[in-house]
C-alpha cells in the first residue's frame, strides 16, 4: 500500500502560481510513476502531469505544457506540481496518483493509489 496526502491549494488570481505537494509513504519502492490529475465540477478527471521516479522522464497534458512543471524530491518521496501563469479553466480538485510502471502515463484508470485531493481556484 502506498499512502498520498496533497498539500499547497488555494485560491489565486489569474496569471498567479501555485505548488503542489504530494508526500508519499509505505510501500513507495512498489511504484514508479506519479501523476497530477484534476477533475472541475461536472466534468470528468483529466490527465495534467506524470513523472517517473526513476530517471525524472515527464509528460505534460498540452494544455499545461509550458505553464505547469512535474517533479520529485526522492529522498523526501515528495512529488512536486509547480503550477504557473495559472487560468480560471485550471480551477479543479487536484488529485495526485501513483503506479507502477510509466507506460500508459496519462490513463487514470491504470492508477491505483489515489490521494484525497486539493482544492486549487483561480479567480479571474
Known amino acids: 500500500q502506498v499512502q498520498l496526502v496533497e498539500s499547497g491549494g488555494g485560491l489565486v488570481q489569474t496569471g498567479g502560481s501555485l505548488r503542489l505537494s504530494c508526500a508519499a509513504s509505505g510501500r513507495t519502492f512498489s511504484k514508479n510513476a506519479m501523476g497530477w490529475f484534476r477533475q472541475a465540477p461536472g466534468k470528468e478527471r483529466e490527465f495534467v502531469a506524470a513523472?517517473?521516479?526513476?530517471?525524472?522522464?515527464?509528460d505534460y497534458a498540452n494544455s499545461v505544457r509550458g505553464r505547469f512543471t512535474i517533479s520529485r524530491d526522492n529522498a523526501k518521496n515528495t512529488v512536486y506540481l509547480q503550477m504557473n501563469n495559472l487560468r480560471p479553466e485550471d480551477t479543479a480538485v487536484y488529485y495526485c496518483?501513483?503506479?507502477?510502471?510509466?507506460?500508459?502515463?496519462?490513463?487514470?484508470?491504470?492508477?491505483?493509489?489515489w490521494g484525497q485531493g486539493t482544492q486549487v481556484t483561480v479567480s479571474s
Open positions: 496518483a501513483a503506479k507502477r510502471s510509466f507506460t500508459t502515463p496519462r490513463a487514470a484508470r491504470d492508477y491505483d493509489s
Open positions: 513523472i517517473r521516479w526513476s530517471d525524472g522522464s515527464t
